[in-house]
């Protein structure tokens, strides 16, 4: 039994077709279906049901994939013991990052980051929350930049910094007057909101008094774009919520129709989470040290309370 074929079996696992498989592991077709039979021969066991399309595991398949993923990563952490013990800071580094992060804040560190430590590969990703949850589960993302806190005993946390929200109030709208707004002046009957499946969307909502039942409006629209959520409240269709950097490139025009909230500010907490057994953290060190000093500089000039981590 080698490493080497408890990766094949993965990758058919994940896949459920021998040719993907082999695609995945940048090898033949052949050269892998025969390296997984040499493994099923020597256990004595079918890992993988070949008559399902597609392909399905067998009962015992399934504990057999289980152990496999914890050989697997234990065999990967090996390396990254010894580059810790080297203070070598290299290699692929896989992560994932929200929607209504992403647009904003990898501009703002990924040159520097890429400058300082150039042995670093990153493989980045926009995903969701949930999805980002269950590849770090999975080992196929080393870390994540979300909006936290998550409540999994499974993931650490570390705090990068505090998001104010920012109220985007066009003309003629009962707030627009209002030179500040406390979150009791906010109805979710007049605010456009992001799609299910993001978490800024159940922030605003639970800044808001109530929640109804929009049956019976004319008018109901939930869009997967901030930009559009602008766009549409400028068309007089609503006021919506903005993350603080996303109002920090926005037009001069645009900017009249931006709205602070009275103290206490509501906010996000914005952090890079990992696997609790996670060992690339002189990585995870560097992210986190590169993306606070970013936005602190970024913010210096701004009369806006947004990094505050040693506050955790």
């Given at each position: 039994m080698t490493i080497t074929q408890l990766n094949y079996v993965l990758a058919v696992a994940e896949h459920q077709n021998?040719?993907?498989?082999?695609?995945?592991?940048?090898?033949?077709?052949?050269?892998?279906?025969?390296?997984?039979?040499?493994?099923?021969?020597?256990?004595?066991?079918?890992?993988?049901?070949?008559?399902?399309?597609?392909?399905?595991?067998?009962?015992?398949?399934?504990?057999?994939?289980?152990?496999?993923?914890?050989?697997?990563?234990?065999?990967?952490?090996?390396?990254?013991?010894?580059?810790?013990?080297?203070?070598?800071?290299?290699?692929?580094?896989?992560?994932?990052?929200?929607?209504?992060?992403?647009?904003?804040?990898?501009?703002?560190?990924?040159?520097?980051?890429?400058?300082?430590?150039?042995?670093?590969?990153?493989?980045?990703?926009?995903?969701?929350?949930?999805?980002?949850?269950?590849?770090?589960?999975?080992?196929?993302?080393?870390?994540?930049?979300?909006?936290?806190?998550?409540?999994?005993?499974?993931?650490?946390?570390?705090?990068?910094?505090?998001?104010p929200f920012v109220a985007y109030v066009p003309k003629h709208h009962r707030l627009h007057d209002k030179?500040?707004?406390?979150?009791?002046?906010?109805?979710?009957?007049?605010?456009?909101?992001?799609e299910d499946g993001h978490c800024f969307r159940e922030g605003v909502i639970n800044l808001c008094k109530t929640f109804k039942n929009h049956e019976d409006d004319n008018f109901q629209l939930e869009s997967g774009s901030i930009e559009m959520l602008v766009k549409l409240s400028n068309e007089g269709m609503g006021m919506t919520m903005l993350p603080y950097l996303h109002t920090m490139d926005i037009g001069e025009k645009e900017k009249l129709n931006l709205h602070h909230f009275n103290e206490p500010s509501p906010a996000r907490e914005v952090s890079i989470i990992y696997h609790k057994n996670e060992l690339k953290m002189q990585i995870i060190d560097a992210l986190q040290n590169v993306i606070s000093g970013i936005i602190r500089g970024a913010i210096a000039f701004q009369n806006v309370e947004i990094i505050s981590p040693k506050a955790q």
């Open positions: 021998f040719t993907k498989a082999a695609e995945k592991c940048f090898v033949t077709q052949p050269t892998l279906s025969m390296q997984i039979q040499k493994l099923e021969e020597q256990l004595k066991v079918q890992i993988f049901d070949r008559s399902k399309k597609p392909i399905e595991l067998t009962d015992i398949g399934k504990k057999i994939v289980t152990q496999a993923k914890n050989i697997v990563d234990e065999a990967n952490r090996i390396q990254d013991i010894v580059d810790q013990q080297k203070g070598f800071i290299g290699g692929e580094f896989r992560i994932g990052i929200i929607p209504t992060i992403m647009p904003t804040l990898l501009p703002m560190f990924l040159k520097t980051f890429i400058k300082r430590y150039p042995k670093v590969k990153l493989k980045i990703e926009e995903l969701a929350t949930e999805e980002i949850i269950q590849r770090i589960t999975d080992g196929h993302l080393d870390a994540a930049i979300v909006a936290t806190p998550l409540g999994n005993e499974d993931i650490k946390e570390r705090v990068l910094y505090y998001e030179k500040t707004i406390d979150v009791d002046d906010l109805e979710i009957e007049d605010m456009l909101l992001l």
